[in-house]
């Protein structure tokens, strides 16, 4: 074998490892935007190239990080339980019913704090111990509860 020939695999290694720390350059297609700012992409599927299943993730808003929870319809359409992203005609209708669920849980704390009640008190719990029976002996196992007259 000439020099020429064989492959620089030490040339190759330390090739993938510089290229490994520039950030990816990965396009996807935007999907949506939710009320939180964060906004959504996606790769399709390609089975030609052996990807069976799209890939999906979302960039949070600058200065968020990943802190606040996403809402539950992206986050199904994210771990693919659902095919279609959700539209903002479902987002809207889903957002008015917890505000709907907001206001009458307020309106029975309320009516339950006019009616004469108190705030629920916490209970406190202390070191408790395991059950005893008479029929099982908890003592020293060598000797019999059954033969101790003996």
Do not use: C
């Not at 935007?30 to 052996?50: C, H, S, T, W």
């Not at 809207?92 to 705030?119: C, F, P």
């Amino acid at each position: 074998m000439s020099n020429g020939e064989y492959r620089h695999v030490w040339r190759i290694v330390v090739r993938n490892f510089i290229n490994s720390f520039r950030p990816r350059q990965i396009s996807g297609n935007n999907m949506g935007k939710d009320y939180l700012g964060n906004v959504y992409f996606e790769i399709p599927a390609d089975p030609q190239r052996g990807k069976r299943k799209p890939t999906r993730w979302y960039d949070p808003p600058k200065g968020q990080d990943f802190q606040d929870p996403i809402p539950a319809e992206w986050e199904s359409w994210l771990r693919q339980r659902r095919t279609e992203p959700p539209t903002e005609e479902e987002i809207a209708k889903n957002v008015a019913i917890a505000d709907l669920k907001k206001i009458n849980a307020a309106k029975i704390e309320e009516k339950r704090l006019t009616d004469g009640g108190s705030l629920p008190t916490p209970v406190e719990r202390g070191a408790q111990s395991f059950p005893t029976y008479s029929e099982y002996h908890t003592g020293d196992p060598s000797v019999n509860p059954k033969n101790k007259g003996n």
